[in-house]
């Protein structure tokens, strides 16, 4: 059974720092993992999708990586800004037919930037 | 705008009662999910479809119905059943660029 983990579960930092969140799986058999973000009782806004055959993904200030063979992906915010504070949240997909595209989420890093 | 419209944003049910939440996509996706997010638990997933007039079972499904007639609407229904159903319900479609998430319905039990 997949299960993600993230770390660290809570963030604050000052604006205009690097940071990077950390996402491990337990099983390196996925289609594709996906970074999403989540502000306070809002759905969920993908960040930026890595298919399996992929190492890396940028999008702006935000680049993600991925090392399937050892279980983890990263996701690097560059010059936080406090619009970046939310909840940002890893999901793998499993490969293979049983999987019907399921996603299986970590608990998620609460990302607090402050001014 | 392509996405995913759920309705209402905030529902709340009485001890006993069935309630429909709404979920609609305008983007041309076959397949469609519905989870549910509490505080402490991350996202589980419920009922999920892949075609119309195809639905399955997700991991916590009990206490829960779904239907599938149009490929752009994928409605939820809590039933009676679901001894605890406050929380945070989220629908999705998925392609190839993967997931795109509504903005979910928020359901108390009062």
């Given at each position: 059974?997949?299960?993600?983990?993230?770390?660290?579960?809570?963030?604050?930092?000052?604006?205009?720092?690097?940071?990077?969140?950390?996402?491990?799986?337990?099983?390196?058999?996925?289609?594709?993992?996906?970074?999403?973000?989540?502000?306070?009782?809002?759905?969920?806004?993908?960040?930026l999708l890595i298919?399996?055959?992929?190492?890396?993904q940028t999008s702006?200030?935000?680049?993600?990586?991925?090392?399937?063979?050892?279980?983890?992906?990263?996701?690097?915010?560059?010059?936080?800004?406090?619009?970046?504070?939310?909840?940002?949240?890893?999901?793998?997909?499993?490969?293979?037919?049983?999987?019907?595209?399921?996603?299986?989420?970590?608990?998620?890093?609460?990302?607090?930037?402050?001014? | 705008?392509?996405?995913?419209?759920?309705?209402?944003?905030?529902?709340?049910?009485?001890?006993?009662?069935?309630?429909?939440?709404?979920?609609?996509?305008?983007?041309?996706?076959?397949?469609?999910y519905w989870y549910?997010?509490?505080?402490?638990?991350?996202?589980?997933?419920?009922?999920?479809?892949?075609?119309?007039?195809?639905?399955?079972?997700?991991?916590?499904?009990?206490?829960?119905?779904?239907?599938?007639?149009?490929?752009?609407?994928?409605?939820?229904?809590?039933?009676?059943?679901?001894?605890?159903?406050?929380?945070?319900?989220?629908?999705?479609?998925?392609?190839?660029?993967?997931?795109?998430?509504?903005?979910?319905?928020?359901?108390?039990?009062?």
């Amino acid at each position: 059974k997949q299960e993600v983990t993230q770390i660290p579960a809570a963030l604050s930092v000052p604006e205009g720092e690097n940071l990077v969140l950390n996402c491990s799986f337990t099983d390196s058999a996925i289609y594709n993992l996906q970074w999403f973000r989540q502000d306070p009782g809002k759905g969920l806004t993908s960040l930026l999708l890595i298919q399996s055959s992929q190492r890396e993904q940028t999008s702006g200030r935000l680049n993600a990586s991925l090392d399937k063979s050892s279980g983890r992906s990263t996701l690097y915010i560059a010059a936080s800004q406090p619009g970046d504070s939310a909840t940002y949240l890893c999901a793998v997909m499993d490969a293979g037919g049983t999987s019907y595209g399921k996603l299986t989420f970590g608990q998620g890093t609460i990302l607090t930037v402050h001014p | 705008d392509g996405g995913i419209t759920q309705s209402p944003k905030y529902l709340f049910r009485k001890e006993g009662q069935n309630v429909t939440l709404s979920c609609e996509q305008n983007l041309n996706h076959d397949a469609m999910y519905w989870y549910r997010q509490d505080p402490g638990q991350g996202l589980r997933l419920i009922y999920y479809s892949q075609i119309v007039n195809d639905f399955q079972k997700g991991d916590i499904a009990e206490g829960y119905s779904v239907s599938r007639e149009k490929k752009e609407s994928f409605p939820l229904t809590v039933t009676s059943a679901q001894k605890n159903p406050t929380a945070f319900y989220l629908c999705a479609s998925r392609s190839r660029e993967g997931y795109t998430f509504g903005s979910g319905t928020r359901l108390t039990v009062v």
